[in-house]
């Protein structure tokens, strides 16, 4: 199944914890997001994609049991769950076993073809491997599919956030020096 077959599942008030959790996840924020998940998932045990985004957090950590034995007890329920295949994928990657890492994204992309970070991981191997055009052809794919999970918001632009307006006057006062010192 999909994440959003699950996030139907979640009354209004738990889909907004788990969007809390994923956004700090999404930040960077490792520490807060674990702290949170686990007591998401106190009230939810098995919501799958929060047990997949706290097998995330185990990678991040380097504690590849812990994530496989998440990421094991979400496929023994839902063996067709794409982002779980796609982190075993990364898990052996980060072993270093690029085979079985592409054979299990290439699962990934067969149960769910239009999960995107699957076409994006294969992709980088190809790269990483030197198989140009096949790395080329899975990182298009990733990008027509959409593999990141930031998206820009329509009423928050990114010109309203001063760090973004910081680079670009930075951005700007560098090309004026250049201008008067080249001239």
Same mark, same amino acid.
């Given at each position: 199944?999909?994440?959003?077959? $699950?996030?139907?599942?979640?009354?209004? #008030?738990?889909?907004?914890?788990?969007?809390?959790? @994923? +956004?700090?996840?999404e930040?960077?924020? /490792?520490?807060?997001?674990?702290?949170?998940?686990?007591?998401?998932?106190?009230?939810?045990?098995?919501?799958?994609?929060?047990?997949? %985004?706290?097998? &995330?957090?185990? /990678?991040?950590?380097?504690?590849?049991?812990?994530?496989? %034995?998440?990421?094991?007890? /979400?496929?023994?329920? +839902?063996? +067709?769950?794409?982002?779980?295949?796609?982190?075993?994928?990364?898990?052996?990657?980060?072993?270093? +076993?690029?085979?079985?890492?592409?054979?299990?994204?290439?699962?990934?992309?067969?149960?769910?073809?239009? $999960?995107?970070?699957?076409?994006?991981?294969?992709?980088?191997?190809?790269? #990483?491997?030197?198989?140009?055009? #096949?790395? @080329?052809? $899975?990182l298009?794919?990733?990008?027509?599919?959409?593999?990141?999970?930031? %998206?820009?918001?329509?009423d %928050?632009?990114? $010109?309203?956030?001063?760090?973004?307006?910081? &680079? &670009?006057?930075?951005? &700007?006062?560098? /090309?004026?020096?250049?201008?008067?010192?080249?001239?």
């Amino acid at each position: 199944m999909e994440e959003s077959y $699950y996030k139907k599942q979640l009354t209004e #008030e738990n889909a907004e914890e788990y969007k809390k959790c @994923v +956004d700090l996840l999404e930040r960077g924020e /490792i520490k807060k997001a674990s702290k949170r998940l686990k007591k998401f998932l106190q009230k939810k045990s098995n919501f799958f994609p929060a047990l997949n %985004k706290m097998a &995330v957090i185990h /990678i991040y950590q380097k504690d590849f049991n812990q994530a496989e %034995k998440l990421l094991n007890k /979400i496929l023994n329920q +839902d063996p +067709d769950y794409a982002p779980a295949i796609t982190n075993l994928g990364s898990i052996a990657r980060e072993k270093g +076993d690029l085979e079985k890492a592409k054979k299990l994204y290439k699962k990934a992309i067969k149960v769910n073809e239009d $999960y995107g970070p699957a076409y994006n991981n294969l992709g980088v191997i190809y790269r #990483e491997e030197g198989n140009y055009s #096949e790395s @080329v052809k $899975y990182l298009k794919k990733a990008r027509k599919k959409g593999s990141f999970s930031y %998206k820009l918001s329509e009423d %928050k632009p990114f $010109y309203k956030n001063r760090g973004c307006l910081f &680079v &670009v006057f930075l951005a &700007v006062v560098l /090309i004026t020096v250049l201008y008067f010192i080249l001239t």
